[in-house]
């Protein structure tokens, strides 16, 4: 019995081998073809930012208001939301009233609740920057950047993020400490910035495929999510873990100090059981609907030791 067993696992692992040698190699191949049929972006930034964003208008504005005071020469944002209530979408129709005279703030509302892929897709089509990264709703910026500085990389060699740096020694998400890589003196000639191979790093130290402040390659990546099923960000994040071989022997390149820090007060997705603190998404719609915003500015210079951080705010008038 034991025998028929055996050599019934076998055989399905040699299945799903011979499956992921499949999907490798076409993978390998697809990203190979779009990179010899190539054609060159003709955008005005160096890079664009595309957000994502559910039933957090209030944390997004804080994000926007951030990103619009400490970031030198801003690229254009393209915000990808989603609302569950008429509530939330006031909410959101607020936000987006308040930036109207920003037109490099753009707002895309997801079709339904399975159109998140399908508004990636056609978002991604509409970038015209040659590089690309992410953000989520509950990210701050915290310390001054200069976008043209952090764009400046060549992402075939590095994968630059703006969420690392020294000051990080734990890994929130499984509440580990988090040593820190070894640092390559010599990989670049600039002194408010530290390298390090991805593939040498544990935690956020090894991990370059993050839609979490990482920058890319728009053609790269738009190629990747194009081969992938995913039907909400942190899907999009998992599935995008199948091309992490692809980045790990590239460079990665962060501020000493690192410039934004996500605050994961709430959960707004059922994909995944991701640790989060007591804030209720409701309850911070409520503060906005009595007027109220977050007070980012208190949390600016803020010395986190996570990229994920559990972080005290207040509520002020707008």
Known sequence: M???????????DLAIQEYEKTWEGNTFAKLYESRIKHVPRSGMHPAECVVFSKDRAFQLHALISSYLEK???????????????????????????????????????????????????????SVYSEKIFFLVDDVLFVEDVNMADFTQFDTDKFVPTLRMGLNLRRAYTVQQDMPLPEFLPNSIKNEDKITWQWDQGIYGWGYPASVDGHLFS????????????????????????????FFLFRKGVAYKKSRIVNIPCNRVQTENRNLYGNIHQDYLLEQWEKGFQMDYRSVYGFNNISAHQEISFKCIKR
Do not use: W
């Open 218 to 245: 728009t053609q790269e990546i738009a190629t990747m999510v194009e081969l992938i099923d995913f039907s909400a960000p942190n899907t999009l994040e998992d599935q995008l873990q199948k091309f992490r071989r």
């Open 2 to 12: 034991y025998h028929i067993i055996n050599c019934v696992l076998k055989k399905f």
């Open 71 to 125: 970031v030198d020469m801003p690229v254009p944002l393209h915000i990808l939301y989603h609302t569950s209530t008429p509530a939330h979408q006031r909410a959101y129709d607020d936000v987006e009233k308040l930036f109207s005279n920003n037109s490099d703030i753009m707002f895309t509302k997801q079709d339904s609740d399975g159109s998140f892929r399908t508004n990636l897709l056609s978002l991604l089509q």
